[in-house]
């Protein structure tokens, strides 16, 4: 079997390295944006609780509030770019039960092969000390008690905290009043699992190519700095992320994706830091310690996919946020900040499945839209896109993640 997959981030690198490793003859095509890609500077959250897609009830007032606040946690950068109204108004559409319900067991399916897979890695360094999430100020204890039970509704793996356990964990401040433990989820560098699933796809003889490919309707053709080659796939995986919708649309295809940018800051010298993931309720804002340092991030704004702008204010207002509820240095010598852009779909699920498209050469399977968790997904999503191309059985609810919901 003749694959070309286009883009190289998180979920075209997971999908090389589990198609090569079944025998198929791999070329893997990226634009040479790894490097500014969101699959390696992310908080390396792999979220096995987070099955209920991002489109769900309660999120149109959620961003609605966000959207008012200078600083909230949702908001549009300076070049929002055309059409985000009509993705945010068809986004608004599908927070509802019912998407819920289409969406819930085929993410918590992928998500806990996702674990499954890492975790029989033994090359990969992951925490395994269950991801907390974080209460501060008054009335924590009943923001932790109705988020677990939230959780806990969905069978989610969810711990209490105690006072005491709470204490013990190094680098919270005193305003950090409650915690649940999401047993499950793990934490790791992203980068880490970025080159080790490239290492994997290399070692079982991908080929990695620089360059771009924007047209699908024929044997595609891989454009570089030295010129054009053509490559001959029997199928071609589209994984270029929020970049997605630009290169399906050489087959009329209408992906509803949009470019949801993030901001990340890895510090060093922090001297106690909490030793698991964390979510930072209040603050909205992601914590992972990792051997480089301890990285914060957050924001959801809605860009274009080539906005890389750094704002400033953006990075102080993270770490002051941060500094709430963990204990950081007053100055920070050495911040690595970071942008990244998500591939948000417009019902917070992905795509992933063959396109009803036909081309005369070879058939399109998308893997694109994993938003907010990708990095969490890309296992269970190459696992999934593995079996879909040697046409063995999926479950219904991985199914239900094809993008054929698009022409129903
Ligand atoms: C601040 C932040 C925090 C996050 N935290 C987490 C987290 O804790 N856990 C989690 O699971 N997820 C997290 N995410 C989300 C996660 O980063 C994304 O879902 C994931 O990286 C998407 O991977 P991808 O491979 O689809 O896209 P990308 O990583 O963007 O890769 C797409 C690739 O396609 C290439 N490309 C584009 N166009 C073309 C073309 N025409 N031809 C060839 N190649 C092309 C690009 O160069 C790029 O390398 C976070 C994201 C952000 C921004």
Not at 394 to 405: C, F, T, Y
């Amino acid at each position: 079997m003749r694959i070309v997959v286009v883009g190289g981030g998180i979920i075209g690198a997971t999908c090389a390295a589990f198609l090569a490793e079944r025998g198929a003859d791999v070329t893997v095509v990226d634009a040479d944006k790894p490097r500014f890609g969101t699959s390696l500077g992310n908080a390396g959250h792999i979220v096995v609780s987070h099955s209920i897609p991002f489109a769900a009830p309660g999120m149109v007032k959620q961003g609605m509030r966000s959207f008012m606040k200078a600083d909230g946690a949702f908001a549009f950068s300076s070049r929002p770019g055309n059409g985000t109204l009509d993705w945010l108004i068809g986004f608004a559409r599908h927070c509802n039960a019912k998407n819920v319900s289409a969406f819930h067991s085929g993410l918590d399916q992928l998500l806990h092969r996702s674990a499954e897979l890492l975790l029989s890695d033994s090359t990969l360094e992951i925490n395994t000390r269950g991801l907390w999430q974080v209460f501060t100020g008054s009335g924590a204890e009943d923001r932790a008690a109705h988020e677990a039970a939230h959780m806990r509704e969905y069978d989610v793996a969810v711990r209490d905290i105690d006072r005491d356990e709470l204490r013990a964990e190094p680098g919270l401040t005193s305003n950090v009043n409650a915690a649940i433990e999401l047993s499950e989820d793990l934490g790791l560098d992203p980068s880490q699992l970025w080159l080790r699933m490239r290492q994997r796809s290399e070692t079982a003889g991908a080929r990695w190519i620089g360059g771009a490919v924007t047209d699908l309707s024929s044997a595609p053709v891989v454009r570089t700095s030295s010129g054009e080659e053509q490559l001959e796939a029997d199928v071609v995986v589209l994984a270029a992320g929020a970049w997605s919708p630009a290169v399906a649309r050489s087959l009329n295809v209408d992906l509803p994706i949009r470019a949801a940018k993030g901001y990340s800051v890895t510090l060093q010298g922090v001297e106690s830091p909490p030793t698991r993931p964390m979510l930072l309720m209040d603050q909205r804002t992601a914590l992972n310690p990792l051997a480089s340092g301890l990285r914060l991030s957050a924001r959801y704004e809605m860009t274009t996919p080539d906005d890389r702008e750094i704002v400033g204010h953006r990075i102080q207002g993270l770490i002051s946020r941060a500094r709430q509820a963990v204990e950081l240095p007053e100055v920070n010598t050495s911040v690595e900040p970071w942008t990244g852009v998500r591939p948000a779909s417009i019902d917070g699920a992905p795509y992933i499945g063959f396109l009803p498209q036909r081309t005369t050469s070879h058939r399109v399977l998308v893997a694109s839209g994993h938003g907010m968790i990708g990095t969490a997904l890309a296992a269970g999503t190459a696992d999934l896109v593995t079996r879909l191309t040697y046409d063995e059985p999926v479950s219904d609810a991985e199914a239900r993640l094809s993008p054929s919901r698009l022409f129903a």
